[in-house]
C-alpha cells in the first residue's frame, strides 16, 4: 500500500502518459500498415490523438479542481502554441 499521495499521483500520471504513448503507437501502426495512410501523415494524426488522450485524462483526474469550458480549452492550447 502506497501511502504518499505524491507517490500516488506519479504513479497514475506515468500509467497516464504511458497509455498515451500507447495510443500514439498503436494508432500510427494502425494508420500506416492498415489503412495504407503515408507514415508522416499518419505520425501527425497519431500524435495529436495521443496528445489529446493525455489532456483528458490529465484534466479529468489531476486537474479537476477548475472547471473550464471546452471553448477555454482550445482557447489555452492556442495561446500556448505562439
Request: proline share 0%; no cysteine; charged share 5%.
Given at each position: 500500500m502506497i501511502k504518499n499521495k505524491g507517490t500516488t499521483v506519479f504513479?497514475?500520471?506515468?500509467?497516464?502518459?504511458?497509455?498515451?504513448?500507447?495510443?500514439?503507437?498503436?494508432?500510427?501502426?494502425?494508420?500506416?500498415?492498415?489503412?495504407?495512410?503515408?507514415?508522416?501523415?499518419?505520425?501527425?494524426?497519431?500524435?495529436v490523438c495521443g496528445g489529446i488522450v493525455n489532456f483528458i485524462l490529465n484534466k479529468k483526474y489531476f486537474f479537476f479542481i477548475l472547471e473550464w469550458t471546452g471553448l477555454q480549452n482550445i482557447s489555452i492550447v492556442m495561446n500556448f502554441s505562439k
Open positions: 504513479i497514475k500520471y506515468v500509467f497516464f502518459a504511458g497509455l498515451a504513448t500507447l495510443v500514439d503507437i498503436s494508432l500510427s501502426y494502425l494508420l500506416t500498415n492498415i489503412f495504407n495512410i503515408f507514415y508522416f501523415y499518419s505520425a501527425i494524426l497519431s500524435y
